[in-house]
């Protein structure tokens, strides 16, 4: 009942795991609109909005979706809000947002320099790979070797971490004081328009 009329192959599955079916501009088209139209106070949507964005800077892979929400649950935010204000980290924003991050945490540790974006990157993919590994290993007579995790944390996730919550602190308050006033905007704009509407249909029957 729910599957596809036409299924997708394996290759467009992997294409889509970057880029949406729609595109990415209708994509944040889409996100924007559910936003806007969040049943809750426009303080409330604008405090999850500030925790999607911020968690967004954070080197919390496939954790971002439960940050979002624990941050937004505690500042008494709006938790789908929060969700999909995650769509601040994106393959167009990653770049920028790794780097930015990294930079800052390696001057702010005192470092001379930070790994680059690529290789931190691959860093990630290597530890995931040696989880995968590990786990794998309980069932088997290979050794559990965690070579790769303390060199990850002392060279890529403690930079990144530090750096992440700087910015993403930065992002987050201004992702709040922005959205919050759009929020408000189209909420009158739109009670305006049912108002005007109510008004006509009221004129309506009152000529019959």
Same mark, same amino acid.
């Given at each position: 009942?729910?599957?596809?009329?036409? #299924?997708?192959?394996?290759?467009?599955? =992997?294409?889509?795991?970057?880029?949406?079916?729609?595109?990415?501009?209708?994509?944040?088209?889409?996100?924007?609109?559910?936003?806007?139209?969040? /049943?809750?106070? #426009?303080?409330?949507?604008?405090?999850?909005?500030?925790a999607?964005?911020? @968690?967004?800077?954070?080197?919390?892979?496939? =954790?971002?979706?439960?940050?979002?929400?624990?941050?937004?649950?505690?500042?008494?935010?709006?938790?789908?809000?929060? =969700?999909?204000?995650?769509f601040?980290?994106? #393959?167009?924003?990653?770049?920028?947002? @790794? @780097?930015?991050?990294?930079?800052?945490?390696?001057?702010?540790?005192?470092?001379?320099?930070?790994?680059?974006?690529?290789?931190?990157?691959?860093?990630?993919g290597?530890?995931?790979?040696?989880?995968?590994?590990?786990?794998?290993?309980?069932?088997?007579?290979?050794?559990?070797?965690?070579?790769?995790?303390?060199?990850?944390?002392?060279?890529?996730?403690? /930079?990144?971490?530090?750096?992440?919550?700087?910015?993403?602190?930065?992002?987050?308050?201004?992702?709040?004081?922005?959205?919050? #006033? =759009?929020?408000?905007?189209?909420?009158?704009?739109?009670?305006?328009?049912?108002q005007?509407?109510?008004?006509?249909?009221?004129?309506?029957?009152?000529?019959?």
């Amino acid at each position: 009942m729910f599957k596809r009329r036409s #299924p997708r192959n394996f290759r467009q599955s =992997l294409v889509n795991l970057f880029i949406p079916g729609g595109g990415w501009g209708r994509s944040a088209n889409y996100v924007m609109h559910r936003l806007r139209r969040l /049943p809750d106070s #426009p303080e409330r949507i604008a405090k999850g909005i500030a925790a999607g964005v911020g @968690v967004s800077c954070l080197p919390l892979f496939g =954790l971002h979706f439960v940050a979002a929400a624990s941050i937004a649950w505690a500042l008494r935010g709006n938790i789908l809000a929060s =969700l999909l204000a995650t769509f601040f980290g994106n #393959p167009f924003t990653f770049p920028l947002i @790794v @780097v930015s991050s990294m930079e800052l945490g390696s001057f702010l540790l005192g470092r001379e320099r930070s790994i680059k974006a690529s290789e931190a990157m691959n860093a990630f993919g290597a530890i995931w790979g040696e989880f995968g590994r590990n786990f794998l290993a309980i069932f088997s007579s290979d050794p559990i070797v965690w070579e790769k995790l303390g060199k990850f944390g002392d060279d890529v996730f403690v /930079p990144y971490m530090l750096g992440g919550s700087f910015i993403g602190l930065v992002c987050g308050v201004i992702a709040y004081f922005l959205s919050l #006033p =759009l929020i408000r905007a189209y909420r009158n704009r739109r009670l305006k328009k049912l108002q005007e509407r109510f008004e006509q249909a009221r004129k309506s029957d009152a000529k019959k």
